[in-house]
């Protein structure tokens, strides 16, 4: 089972940046599907972003569109997840997730590889 790692949480104000970083213990970065997931508390989990592993084609949640953006680092086997004009409704725990079988970019089935996740705050 390959090993994810996620690091870059924190507490942000409104309107504010922060970076989240996905490490991998084998190169699934080049080769597998990838994804970051939040869940709220008393909410169900649901994916905000992914990238394919060829020709990086990226799908983002339509409420973080434009203002998130993955970037992957094949060399480095991380996966980077820039987010940008954060706001009240952003905060929650964030999850990076691997896989290899593709059912849909925001299908949880998609992945089988998850993080311990890092906590995201945003204040206003």
């Known amino acids: 089972q390959v090993q994810v790692m996620e690091s870059g949480g924190g507490s942000v104000q409104s309107g504010g940046s922060l970076r989240l970083s996905c490490a991998a213990s084998?190169?699934?970065?080049?080769?597998?599907?990838l994804a970051w997931f939040r869940q709220a508390p008393g909410k169900e989990r649901e994916g905000v972003a992914a990238i394919r592993p060829r020709g990086d084609t990226t799908y983002y949640a339509d409420s973080v569109q434009g203002r998130f953006t993955l970037t992957r680092d094949n060399a480095q086997n991380t996966l980077s997840h820039q987010m940008d004009h954060l706001k009240p409704d952003d905060p929650a725990m964030y999850y990076c997730a691997a896989g290899y079988t593709w059912v849909g970019p925001f299908k949880i089935q998609s992945y089988n590889d998850w993080g311990q996740g890092t906590q995201v705050t945003v204040s206003s």
């Open positions: 084998e190169p699934i970065v080049a080769t597998g599907y």
